[in-house]
T-cell receptor
């Protein structure tokens, strides 16, 4: 198992454009989490899934943000009409709920909105 | 609401010296506690975790942490720091399987 992977690793976009990020969790993990990290801060929770069900969304997740995990495997995070304040590192993590409670993180997607 | 405080934004230690990074949490029940390390531009790597049992937990890379319920603390320690330990360290608290709440991090610099 190669761990959690995220694509792309870097994304530069112009304000107002839509972007989509992908996360592939550790294969047997049933929970998948999205976090956002801005410079000088710790990661902040955005949302998480158990299998394909989205169980919780943070108030940070405005209506411009949407996340899916259509078949309970990979997940996508889409940001519509990007703003400069969306510039951040977007981190994905996964865990095996029911067996352990550790969350394993991917390398992140660095978004820069110009 | 859950919260985590890491009082030290930066810490500089000499290579070979001991290290202690502080973490205080606020949580209503018995917390799950974690320490992660992040190298520049990278994701987070789990160093160690605590939920129950022995309050002194061992992790990877020679790190350990001690849970002190009376002080709401979960400080990270290492007896002898190596230059490769230079990174940012995050303490986190959470419920089983649910979201984690992270502190703002402590940047460790190691001087030779």
């Amino acid at each position: 198992d190669t761990g959690v992977s995220q694509n792309p690793r870097h994304k530069i976009t112009k304000r107002g454009q839509n972007v989509t990020f992908r996360c592939d969790p550790i294969s047997e993990h049933n929970r998948l989490y999205w976090y956002r990290q801005t410079l000088g801060q710790g990661p902040e929770f955005l949302t998480y899934f158990q299998n394909e069900a989205q169980l919780e969304k943070s108030r940070l997740l405005s209506d411009r943000f949407s996340a899916e995990r259509p078949k309970g495997s990979f997940s996508t995070l889409e940001i519509q009409r990007t703003e400069q304040g969306d510039s951040a590192m977007y981190l994905c993590a996964s865990s095996l709920y029911g067996t352990s409670y550790e969350q394993y993180f991917g390398p992140g997607t660095r978004l820069t909105v110009t | 609401a859950q919260s985590v405080t890491q009082p030290d934004i930066h810490i500089t230690v000499s290579e070979g010296a001991s290290l202690e990074l502080r973490c205080n949490y606020s949580y209503g029940a018995t917390p799950y506690l974690f320490w992660y390390v992040q190298s520049p531009g990278q994701g987070l790597q789990l160093l160690l975790k605590y939920f129950s049992g022995d309050t002194l937990v061992q992790g990877i890379k020679g790190f350990e942490a001690e849970f002190k319920r009376s002080q709401s603390s979960f400080n990270l320690r290492k007896p002898s720091v190596h230059w490769s330990d230079a990174a940012e360290y995050f303490c986190a608290v959470g419920e089983y399987g649910n979201k984690l709440v992270f502190g703002a991090g402590t940047i460790l610099r190691v001087k030779s």
